[in-house]
């Protein structure tokens, strides 16, 4: 058996990570400030601007305050109208999602070139922010909530055939087979046996579609595509500074009501 003092000396000896190890980790710290130090030095900060910035902060803080309730009513309206554009850009895009999925999906696309142009789409979709889709299909549609929901729209297509497609590609392939073999149409096979394994998936992630869509409406107003975002812009650009802290105010309700009922819809339906 090993001696008190021989286990002594192993444990004083012993060291999480070997010298090798050690190097290399100290080695990726150095390059990592390395590169934050060169990032910093390449993006030409105007440092007396961020030194100033709490006292901006406070002096901007303090014309906002207190809110003012008088132009309620049309913040309430164009709330509403968020909402909407949220809901049925959500509405839509699932409807589109549905069968890029299915294409994008390796066990359900009929052949790679399917594969491939599903993948295509929901690449397409994700790479674009939801701000440049806005002011691409206000140039198209013109300023309103039509091209707020047709940019949504485009913009959540990819997140739920993404996240739908592999859904459908990690299902038991046990049903699928069983249903084969009974000489099963393709049709029931996706009825009986994919749909019923990605429904609970399918509601999860339209939920929370739904709620990453209700926030980045607010947003859309400031190119011209509808909801909130056109009266908060309409008073930053008349430094009607208590009037945008009534609409921040009123977009931070609008954000804990949808978190709110995500949760309640998830605990109801999941």
């Not at 192993?10 to 400030?33: E, I, K, N, P, V």
């Not at 100033?52 to 902060?57: G, K, R, S, W, Y």
């Not at 790679?112 to 142009?117: A, E």
Request: net charge neutral.
């Amino acid at each position: 058996m090993m001696s008190s003092q021989s286990m002594q000396q192993t444990l004083d000896h012993w060291s999480r990570f070997t010298l090798q190890q050690r190097l290399m980790r100290y080695g990726g710290f150095a390059l990592t400030l390395l590169v934050v130090a060169w990032a910093l030095s390449s993006i030409n900060v105007i440092w007396e601007w961020v030194w100033d910035a709490p006292v901006q902060m406070g002096d901007l803080f303090g014309r906002m305050m207190p809110p003012d309730p008088s132009n309620l009513p049309s913040i309430l309206e164009a709330i509403w109208q968020t909402v909407n554009i949220a809901t049925l850009a959500t509405m839509f895009a699932v409807v589109v999602a549905l069968p890029v999925a299915y294409i994008s999906a390796q066990n359900t696309t009929p052949n790679r070139v399917t594969l491939w142009i599903g993948r295509f789409i929901l690449v397409s979709s994700r790479s674009v922010n939801t701000i440049i889709w806005a002011l691409l299909f206000v140039a198209i549609f013109g300023p309103g909530i039509v091209a707020g929901i047709v940019a949504i729209m485009f913009r959540s297509i990819g997140f739920l055939g993404k996240l739908l497609g592999e859904a459908i590609e990690e299902i038991d392939t046990k049903p699928v087979e069983a249903l084969e073999a009974c000489g099963a149409s393709r049709f029931k096979i996706v009825l009986y046996a994919i749909v019923p394994q990605v429904m609970p998936a399918f509601f999860a992630i339209a939920i929370l579609r739904w709620d990453i869509n209700l926030r980045e409406s607010t947003v859309l107003g400031l190119v011209g595509a509808g909801g909130i975002g056109m009266i908060l812009q309409g008073a930053i650009d008349t430094f009607n500074w208590p009037e945008v802290s009534m609409v921040l105010l009123t977009i931070l309700a609008l954000v804990v009501f949808g978190e709110v009922v995500s949760s309640y819809l998830r605990k109801k339906i999941l």
